[in-house]
Every structure is written in structure tokens, then in C-alpha cells.
């Protein structure tokens, strides 16, 4: 059966992230997985019963001390969120080391469907994008789902997926046209260009493809203006948008545009929650 991976540290974001997870996992009939990467100062050893040793081990029950704990709280919360729907089975796993790495692993060996990660706090330069979550998203095969304290999925209405009109784009267009369904939102396809004359022969087949699909719960709108950013923060404001989904592309211009400073802008305006999701 499918898994959602569940990166955690046991912050309040990462335990908002966890409950998202935990009602995806039940909507979608996915198991669930909670990881935690723990840490410890490195100190010289001194012999086999030095601080470094016993300094590992205390970090390791600790850790694994936190993931029962977690993974008994969200099967309680899991009763109240879908009443009436089999609970997710909710396991947990600990390591030492690299939180990408593992997650580049355990996408393999434990069938993961897609990862979700708590966001940076405010205190950060970096709100969205701190260390951790860039080594995931530079190691991740399948959809990162970057979660806020204000993301609530039983009340979502409204997903925004920025486009650069790509072919490749359409079929994520089609992956979230499906989970509308079951999630019941609509989805915006959201096209910025600095003039009017953007909408080329490329955004009108890919519109075309849109308005073509038998949901209903898709619609494409092409923004007029020269700061991606802006015209992006307003048009989440006036939906509202509960959630931005952005296309994973290498050197893509618009993904370079998020990943880089930006990112720090367009989070702090918008507070809103962000789906990674690989080309």
C-alpha cells in the first residue's frame, strides 16, 4: 500500500503538517510514515563508554520516545477528523544523518507517495526554504508538500498552480484534476506574461486541454504584469488561495524565480502553504 512520509521535529509546524498528512492519508487511503532525523554534538571519543556514545543513544530514545508519542496523538486525532473511516496504519522510523538522503531512500523502499514537512518559522531568513527542506526538495522524486500553520485541508477551497504553459505542466494539471475530486477544491492554472499578447498559440492549446476536461473543477487565468510575484500575491488574495503548487523544473526560470530570494518575499506576503512537485 502507498505511504505518506511525514519529515518531522516535533515543532508546532511539524505537528500541523503531521495532521495534514494523517486526513490525506485518510481520504486517499494511504499509510502514513513519521521520520525523524536525530542530532547530537560531535565530542572526541574518549573510550567505548564516552559522552559521545551515551550522548547518541539519548538522542536515539529520545527521538524514538517523541515518534510514539506523535504517532499516538494522530491516530486519537485521526477519530475525530473522518469519522467513520478506517484509520491509516501510522508507523515511525528514526536515523542518523542526512534528512535528504533518507528521504531519497525511503521513497524507494517504502512505496512513498508523496512527503510532507512543516514550514520554516518567521524567525527565519528563509521562511519557506531552510536548509532542510532544500536538501529534500533537491533529493525528492515525488510531490513535497510544505505545510504553514494556517493550511486546513477539511476546509480547503481553492489551489493555485503556477504555469509557464509547459506540455509537462498539463499532466499535473490532470494528477491534482483527480484528487479535486475526492479533496473537493477547485484548481486555478495560473499563467503570468508581462502583455496581453502572451496568450500565444502554446497557452491557447494548453487552454484549450483545460476547458476540455470533463471535472469542471479546473480553470486557467492568464495574469497581465511584469513582477510574477505581485501579480501572483494578488491573485491568491482575492480567491483566496489555500494552497500554491509549483512545477519542480531544473534550471526553469520559474522555478528559479521561487527557489532563490523571491521565495522570501512571496511567503511573507502570501503565508500561504506551498506543493513542490517534481516535472
Request: aromatic share 6%.
Given at each position: 500500500m502507498k505511504t505518506v512520509l511525514?519529515?518531522?521535529?516535533?515543532?508546532?509546524?511539524?505537528?500541523?503538517?503531521?495532521?495534514?498528512?494523517?486526513?490525506?492519508?485518510?481520504?486517499?487511503?494511504?499509510?502514513?510514515?513519521?521520520?525523524n532525523v536525530y542530532f547530537s554534538i560531535p565530542i572526541v571519543p574518549a573510550g567505548i563508554n564516552d559522552a559521545w556514545s551515551k550522548s547518541y543513544e539519548v538522542f536515539k530514545k529520545e527521538s524514538e520516545a517523541e515518534l510514539q508519542n506523535e504517532a499516538g496523538r494522530l491516530t486519537e486525532l485521526f477519530k475525530n477528523l473522518i469519522p467513520g473511516t478506517p484509520a491509516p496504519d501510522i508507523q515511525y522510523i528514526n536515523a542518523f544523518g542526512?534528512?535528504?538522503?533518507?528521504?531519497?531512500?525511503?521513497?524507494?523502499?517504502?512505496?512513498?507517495?508523496?512527503?510532507?514537512?512543516?514550514?520554516?518559522?518567521?524567525?527565519?531568513?528563509h521562511i519557506l526554504f531552510g536548509d532542510d527542506i532544500n536538501d529534500v526538495l533537491k533529493k525528492s522524486k515525488?510531490?513535497?508538500?510544505?505545510?504553514?500553520?494556517?493550511?486546513?485541508?477539511?476546509?480547503?477551497?481553492?489551489?493555485?498552480?503556477?504555469?509557464d504553459v509547459a506540455v509537462s505542466d498539463f499532466?499535473?494539471?490532470?494528477?491534482?484534476?483527480?484528487?479535486?475530486?475526492?479533496?473537493?477544491?477547485?484548481?486555478?492554472?495560473?499563467?503570468?506574461?508581462?502583455?496581453?499578447?502572451?496568450?500565444?498559440?502554446?497557452?491557447?492549446?494548453?487552454?484549450?486541454?483545460?476547458?476540455?476536461?470533463?471535472?469542471?473543477?479546473v480553470s486557467f487565468?492568464?495574469?497581465?504584469?511584469?513582477?510574477?510575484?505581485?501579480?501572483?500575491?494578488?491573485?491568491?488574495?482575492?480567491?483566496?488561495?489555500?494552497?500554491?503548487?509549483?512545477?519542480?523544473?531544473?534550471?526553469?526560470f520559474l522555478w528559479n524565480i521561487f527557489h532563490e530570494s523571491v521565495s522570501k518575499e512571496f511567503i511573507a506576503e502570501s503565508k500561504i502553504s506551498i506543493l513542490i512537485i517534481p516535472e
Open positions: 511525514v519529515l518531522t521535529d516535533f515543532s508546532t509546524n511539524a505537528k500541523q503538517a503531521a495532521q495534514t498528512a494523517v486526513f490525506l492519508a485518510g481520504k486517499l487511503e494511504l499509510n502514513v510514515l513519521l521520520f542526512d534528512l535528504g538522503d533518507h528521504t531519497y531512500r525511503l521513497i524507494d523502499e517504502r512505496n512513498i507517495e508523496f512527503v510532507v514537512m512543516g514550514a520554516r518559522n518567521q524567525q527565519y531568513n515525488k510531490p513535497v508538500l510544505i505545510v504553514n500553520d494556517s493550511l486546513d485541508l477539511q476546509s480547503m477551497k481553492n489551489i493555485v498552480l503556477t504555469t499532466k499535473v494539471v490532470e494528477c491534482l484534476n483527480r484528487l479535486s475530486g475526492k479533496l473537493q477544491f477547485k484548481l486555478h492554472v495560473a499563467y503570468v506574461s508581462p502583455h496581453a499578447d502572451g496568450l500565444n498559440e502554446k497557452t491557447k492549446r494548453f487552454t484549450s486541454k483545460i476547458n476540455n476536461l470533463p471535472s469542471g473543477n487565468h492568464h495574469l497581465i504584469g511584469e513582477n510574477v510575484i505581485e501579480e501572483l500575491v494578488e491573485f491568491n488574495a482575492q480567491l483566496p488561495a489555500d494552497l500554491l503548487a509549483i512545477v519542480h523544473k531544473r534550471h526553469s
